[in-house]
């Protein structure tokens, strides 16, 4: 089976804190990706790599960067954590890109800034 | 930007009830997925559906893909309380990812 890490369930943190999230998968696959999950909002996709020291803007990049120095890590990084970052944060990977495409997703970060 | 509306927003029925959601959007995505979430845990896909007009079957679970590729239900038979949830479709687009859908918030009351 399957499993994506991700380091922390629940995180709370002080605004203008630097904050790293990380996320781990244990089946070589070449895609990962980073999402945060709103209500009324749904999945919304951050970033995402194809390789290793490889990144792409998602949809919401703003305010956030991404490391990924091995090909089973993908860390988020919130440089200057705000209030409205405060999210659930949903890291997921998959072998294949495209048609057949299935993403693995971890259990999630749930993340609050005060 | 694709978009997938996902309706209902929010289902509470029976068990022993059936059930239709639905996802839909003005873009045709070259497949099309579903996926449900249980509370603290992430989505587990569930199926994809590839071709205009499939219908794939999973258990109670029923997903059609519509002719024109551009939306997609999720029927459910005689709902069980196992079925309670988050369903959440998500279109494939090219290279580049998913794009979900709001969500379904299905509850099944015992």
């Known amino acids: 089976d399957v499993k994506v890490t991700q380091s922390s369930r629940y995180l709370v943190k002080r605004t203008g804190e630097k904050v790293f999230l990380e996320c781990v998968q244990d089946m070589d696959h070449e895609n990962m990706f980073w999402y945060r999950q709103d209500p009324g909002l749904g999945l919304r996709l951050i970033y995402f790599s194809y390789d290793v020291k490889m990144k792409e803007k998602g949809d919401i990049p703003e305010g956030y960067s991404v490391s990924r120095e091995k090909k089973e890590r993908f860390s988020l990084i919130l440089e200057s954590a705000s209030t409205n970052q405060t999210s659930m944060y949903l890291c997921a990977s998959s072998l294949f890109r495209g048609l057949r495409e299935t993403q693995y997703f971890g259990p999630g970060t749930r993340l609050l800034v005060l | 930007t694709q978009l997938l509306e996902q309706s209902p927003q929010f289902l509470s029925i029976q068990e022993g009830e059936n059930l239709t959601v639905y996802c839909n959007s003005s873009?045709?995505?070259?497949?099309l997925q579903w996926y449900r979430q249980e509370p603290g845990e992430g989505p587990v896909l569930l199926v994809t559906v590839v071709t205009g007009g499939e219908v794939k079957k999973l258990k109670r679970l029923t997903f059609q893909f519509g002719d024109a590729r551009k939306d997609s239900s999720l029927h459910i038979t005689a709902a069980q309380p196992g079925d309670t949830g988050l369903y959440l479709c998500?279109?494939?687009?090219?290279?580049?990812?998913?794009?979900f859908g709001k969500g379904t918030h299905l509850i099944i009351q015992p």
């Open positions: 998500a279109g494939v687009r090219g290279a580049d990812g998913l794009t």
């Open positions: 873009s045709v995505f070259s497949s």
